[in-house]
């Protein structure tokens, strides 16, 4: 190669005698090993560079591999362990269906008598330690009046269909000692019922019976019996008594007497699900919400009583379904008359006067924390769906209607 680039020195005078070149001259051998030596080198480092390069980047590539493969191995094991325990779930079904299906006879005789303990009147209502009730015409007021405190009684209404929740809310009165309430019989049965336990039961002369068993919200029976429930409250305001009506699927935690305003005529627990609302305002007007009568206090006032008259032939005459509305309809007609009304009302708070709006949809708060002085277990519809919330919270005195250690003086 370095032969025919660089040649040899040329002589400077001609040879005498020319002699033929030969192939195979030292120089040009010299030069020829010189040149393959250098092109060896040269290639070698250049050839070296790129094999260099490409062995790393495969032995990047290779350790990808492996990565996504350790990957895909441990994605493997996780669906391996969920199936296999899927399996042994399903195994544990397939054993408690068979056990099921084994004592099929034993769990349906169980759950009727738990249904039956939660509908049916229980027998063992405890005594009390209250004192014995005088001798009485059951259909007259004497008994309220006797019982009366400060001119003020505790007015329960109960049929036979509610008269679990009566001794549910007896059983709560007997704890916090309070003595001055009467049950008012709206049927025959539950008159005999509380007779027979010796409870302080009477009947308004004025009041039509609703025999109905189980007269539940929404139905005619139902509004019927909530529309008459203004005849005995009208008697007893009219005979000089302040009433505090409350309905027995109510559940006592403090004495509410501690929060009446008595700078009202009338004071309504809330009926929807807002915490506080204004006096004096027409809720039928704004539409913002709607009074309870399910629990409220009524002063012994001319003006009261004539409200009262005014919604029970609203009520009566009307389409309209029951007491509550009949009274929303009254207080609009007096706030829409030329001339005001000469009554006041307004609202006990929402938190402390919970409705079941409020208590069980957690709108005041929850725990210990919250202590309410009532909670009201409206908003849930049917009496064996009542019961089981009053009881998951704790509202419900199972020992108490039991007769299993409550009287006037136990905790229930």
Same mark, same amino acid.
């Given at each position: 190669?370095?032969?025919?680039?660089?040649?040899? &020195?040329?002589?400077?005078?001609?040879? !005498?005698? @020319?002699?033929?070149?030969?192939?195979?001259?030292?120089?040009?051998?010299?030069?020829?090993?010189?040149?393959?030596?250098?092109?060896?080198?040269?290639?070698?480092?250049?050839?070296?560079?790129? +094999?260099?390069?490409?062995?790393?980047?495969?032995?990047?590539?290779?350790?990808?591999?492996?990565?996504?493969?350790?990957?895909?191995?441990?994605?493997?094991?996780?669906? #391996?362990?969920?199936?296999?325990?899927?399996?042994?779930?399903?195994?544990?079904?397939?054993?408690?269906?068979?056990?099921?299906?084994?004592?099929?006879?034993?769990?349906?005789?169980?759950?009727?008598?738990?249904?039956?303990?939660?509908?049916?009147?229980?027998?063992?209502?405890?005594?009390?330690?209250?004192?014995?009730?005088?001798?009485?015409?059951?259909?007259?007021?004497?008994? &309220?009046?006797?019982?009366?405190?400060?001119?003020?009684?505790?007015?329960?209404?109960?049929?036979?269909?509610?008269?679990?929740?009566?001794?549910?809310?007896?059983?709560?009165?007997?704890?916090?000692?309070?003595?001055?309430?009467?049950?008012?019989? @709206?049927?025959?049965? +539950?008159?005999?019922?509380?007779?027979?336990?010796?409870?302080?039961?009477?009947? =308004?002369?004025?009041?039509?019976?609703?025999?109905?068993?189980? !007269?539940?919200?929404?139905?005619?029976?139902?509004?019927?019996?909530? *529309?008459?429930?203004?005849?005995?409250?009208?008697?007893?305001?009219?005979?000089?008594?302040?009433?505090?009506?409350?309905? !027995?699927?109510?559940?006592?935690?403090?004495?509410?007497?501690?929060?009446?305003?008595?700078?009202?005529?009338?004071?309504?627990?809330?009926?929807?699900?807002?915490?506080?609302?204004?006096?004096?305002? =027409?809720?039928?007007?704004?539409?913002? $919400?709607?009074?309870?009568?399910?629990?409220?206090?009524?002063?012994?006032?001319?003006?009261?009583? #004539?409200?009262?008259?005014? $919604?029970?032939?609203? *009520?009566?005459?009307?389409?309209?379904?029951?007491?509550?509305?009949?009274?929303?309809?009254?207080?609009?007609?007096?706030?829409?008359?030329?001339?005001?009304?000469?009554?006041?009302?307004?609202?006990?708070?929402? /938190?402390?006067?919970?409705?079941? *709006?409020?208590?069980?949809?957690?709108? /005041?708060?929850?725990?210990?924390?919250?202590?309410?002085?009532? +909670?009201?277990?409206?908003?849930?519809?049917?009496?064996?769906?009542?019961?089981?919330?009053?009881?998951?919270?704790?509202?419900?005195?199972?020992? *108490?209607?039991?007769?299993?250690? !409550?009287?006037?003086?136990?905790?229930?």
């Amino acid at each position: 190669f370095l032969y025919f680039i660089v040649p040899p &020195p040329t002589p400077l005078s001609p040879p !005498a005698v @020319m002699k033929p070149k030969r192939w195979a001259s030292p120089d040009k051998i010299m030069y020829l090993v010189i040149g393959l030596a250098v092109g060896f080198m040269v290639g070698h480092a250049v050839g070296g560079g790129l +094999v260099g390069g490409g062995r790393k980047a495969l032995v990047a590539r290779l350790a990808e591999m492996d990565e996504k493969e350790g990957r895909i191995e441990e994605l493997r094991e996780k669906v #391996a362990g969920g199936m296999r325990e899927r399996g042994r779930l399903r195994e544990k079904e397939k054993i408690l269906e068979e056990f099921l299906e084994k004592h099929k006879e034993h769990v349906a005789v169980h759950e009727a008598a738990s249904d039956s303990h939660d509908i049916q009147a229980d027998d063992a209502l405890p005594d009390s330690t209250e004192a014995p009730l005088p001798e009485y015409n059951v259909n007259s007021l004497e008994l &309220p009046h006797h019982r009366a405190h400060n001119k003020t009684i505790i007015l329960i209404p109960s049929n036979n269909g509610y008269i679990q929740f009566a001794f549910n809310i007896i059983c709560s009165l007997r704890k916090l000692r309070i003595t001055n309430y009467v049950l008012l019989a @709206m049927d025959t049965d +539950v008159l005999h019922a509380f007779q027979q336990r010796s409870l302080p039961v009477y009947t =308004d002369p004025d009041l039509p019976y609703v025999t109905s068993k189980s !007269a539940a919200w929404a139905e005619s029976n139902f509004h019927k019996l909530v *529309c008459t429930k203004l005849v005995p409250v009208i008697n007893l305001l009219k005979s000089g008594l302040h009433v505090l009506l409350t309905d !027995a699927d109510i559940t006592w935690r403090r004495n509410p007497m501690e929060f009446v305003r008595w700078d009202l005529s009338l004071t309504f627990s809330i009926g929807s699900c807002h915490k506080s609302l204004p006096d004096n305002v =027409d809720l039928t007007k704004e539409k913002i $919400a709607k009074l309870n009568t399910g629990f409220y206090f009524a002063q012994a006032k001319p003006e009261v009583i #004539a409200l009262f008259k005014k $919604a029970y032939q609203i *009520c009566k005459k009307g389409s309209l379904t029951g007491d509550q509305p009949a009274i929303n309809q009254a207080l609009h007609q007096d706030m829409m008359s030329s001339q005001k009304p000469t009554y006041t009302y307004g609202f006990f708070n929402g /938190c402390l006067f919970a409705n079941g *709006c409020v208590y069980f949809k957690h709108l /005041c708060g929850e725990g210990p924390e919250y202590d309410p002085v009532i +909670v009201h277990a409206n908003y849930i519809v049917g009496r064996k769906s009542k019961i089981k919330s009053l009881r998951k919270h704790g509202l419900w005195s199972t020992k *108490c209607i039991e007769g299993e250690g !409550a009287s006037g003086s136990s905790s229930g």
